[in-house]
C-alpha cells in the first residue's frame, strides 16, 4: 500500500538526535536521501516529541510513534502484599550514562537499601571498577544482578521508588513504564524523554540535581500507587 502511494516511513534510531548540531547533520542527510528518491513522500518516525520537534523545524515531515509501549500486563503489575524497603535502580546494564554512583548517593543520604538490578558489560567495566566498585562496599547497596521480565514485578513492587538518574537525553526509557505498571513511583532526573513519561506529582517526580533527587526519593513513597497503575493502562 505505502509503495502504491508513494510514500516511505523510516524510523529514527534511538538516541540519534542528541543535541542541535545531530539535528542539523541528520536533516542534511534526510535531504540529500530524499533527492536521490524524488518519486517517494518520506515520513521521519520518531521515539519522542522532541526528536520529532527537532526534526520539523527543519523542515522535514517527522511524527512520534515509540517502539516500545506494548507491555504484557500479566508480566508486569503489581504484586500485593511485598513489603516495600528499599529503593531501586534498574537499568538492563551499569554504565556511565546511566548514573549508578548517583542513586547510591541518593539512597545512603535517605538511609534506604538501594538494590541495582543490572549487568555489567564489557564495555562498561573501566567504569564500573574505577567508579562502582568502590561504592558497592556501602552497607546501602545490595547489587542482585540481572534480572528477567518474570522478576520485575516483585522486584519493582517492593521498591519504594525507581530511581533514573540518567545522565544523556533518554530516548524512551522502557524501565519507568515497567515500574509504573507496577505501581511503583520513579524519580528520574530530567533529560530526554523522562517529562514526555513521567506526570511530575502524580506517577513521580522529575529532578534537575542530586538535593532534588534526595528530596523527591524522600516524598516517594506518598504517591498514591493505584493512581499510578491506572496512569499506566
Not at 540519534?16 to 524524488?38: I, K, W, Y
Not at 516500545?68 to 550514562?97: C, H, M, Q, T, W
Not at 564489557?122 to 562502582?132: G, H, S, W
Not at 519493582?156 to 513511583?185: K, N, Y
Given at each position: 500500500?505505502?509503495?502504491?502511494?508513494?510514500?516511505?516511513f523510516?524510523?529514527?534510531?534511538?538516541?540519534?538526535?542528541?543535541?542541535?548540531?545531530?539535528?542539523?547533520?541528520?536533516?542534511?542527510?534526510?535531504?540529500?536521501?530524499?533527492?536521490?528518491?524524488?518519486?517517494?513522500?518520506?515520513?521521519?518516525?520518531?521515539?519522542?516529541?522532541?526528536?520529532?520537534?527537532?526534526?520539523?523545524?527543519?523542515?522535514?515531515?517527522?511524527?512520534?510513534?515509540?517502539?516500545?509501549l506494548?507491555?504484557?500486563?500479566?508480566?508486569?503489575?503489581?504484586?500485593?502484599?511485598?513489603?516495600?524497603?528499599?529503593?531501586?535502580?534498574?537499568?538492563?546494564?551499569?554504565?556511565?550514562?546511566?548514573?549508578?554512583?548517583?542513586?547510591?548517593?541518593?539512597?545512603?543520604?535517605?538511609?534506604?537499601?538501594?538494590?541495582?538490578?543490572?549487568?555489567?558489560?564489557?564495555?562498561?567495566?573501566?567504569?564500573?571498577?574505577?567508579?562502582?566498585?568502590p561504592?558497592?562496599?556501602?552497607?546501602?547497596?545490595?547489587?542482585?544482578?540481572?534480572?528477567?521480565?518474570?522478576?520485575?514485578?516483585?522486584?519493582?513492587?517492593?521498591?519504594v521508588?525507581?530511581?533514573?538518574?540518567?545522565?544523556?537525553?533518554?530516548?524512551?526509557?522502557?524501565?519507568?513504564?515497567?515500574?509504573?505498571?507496577?505501581?511503583?513511583?520513579?524519580?528520574?532526573?530530567?533529560?530526554?524523554?523522562?517529562?514526555?513519561?513521567?506526570?511530575?506529582?502524580?506517577?513521580?517526580?522529575?529532578?534537575?540535581?542530586?538535593?532534588?533527587?534526595?528530596?523527591?526519593?524522600?516524598?516517594?513513597?506518598?504517591?498514591?500507587?493505584?493512581?499510578?497503575?491506572?496512569?499506566?493502562?
Amino acid at each position: 500500500l505505502f509503495k502504491r502511494r508513494g510514500m516511505v516511513f523510516l524510523r529514527i534510531a534511538k538516541g540519534s538526535v542528541a543535541d542541535d548540531a545531530d539535528a542539523d547533520e541528520l536533516a542534511q542527510g534526510a535531504r540529500n536521501f530524499m533527492a536521490l528518491h524524488p518519486q517517494h513522500r518520506f515520513e521521519w518516525i520518531c521515539n519522542i516529541d522532541e526528536e520529532t520537534g527537532q526534526l520539523r523545524a527543519r523542515g522535514l515531515s517527522a511524527h512520534t510513534h515509540n517502539q516500545n509501549l506494548f507491555l504484557r500486563e500479566d508480566v508486569f503489575k503489581p504484586i500485593a502484599g511485598i513489603r516495600r524497603s528499599y529503593d531501586a535502580i534498574y537499568n538492563g546494564r551499569i554504565a556511565p550514562e546511566k548514573r549508578d554512583d548517583v542513586a547510591i548517593h541518593v539512597a545512603e543520604h535517605c538511609g534506604v537499601t538501594l538494590k541495582i538490578a543490572a549487568k555489567i558489560d564489557r564495555a562498561d567495566r573501566d567504569y564500573y571498577e574505577e567508579t562502582i566498585r568502590p561504592l558497592m562496599s556501602s552497607r546501602y547497596v545490595d547489587y542482585v544482578g540481572e534480572i528477567n521480565d518474570h522478576e520485575k514485578s516483585a522486584f519493582l513492587s517492593g521498591a519504594v521508588a525507581l530511581l533514573v538518574p540518567i545522565d544523556w537525553p533518554e530516548p524512551f526509557g522502557l524501565v519507568m513504564i515497567e515500574a509504573m505498571a507496577c505501581g511503583t513511583p520513579v524519580v528520574a532526573f530530567d533529560h530526554g524523554s523522562v517529562r514526555e513519561v513521567l506526570e511530575d506529582g502524580v506517577t513521580g517526580y522529575v529532578v534537575s540535581d542530586m538535593p532534588s533527587a534526595i528530596e523527591a526519593a524522600r516524598r516517594a513513597p506518598a504517591l498514591d500507587r493505584r493512581r499510578i497503575r491506572q496512569r499506566f493502562e
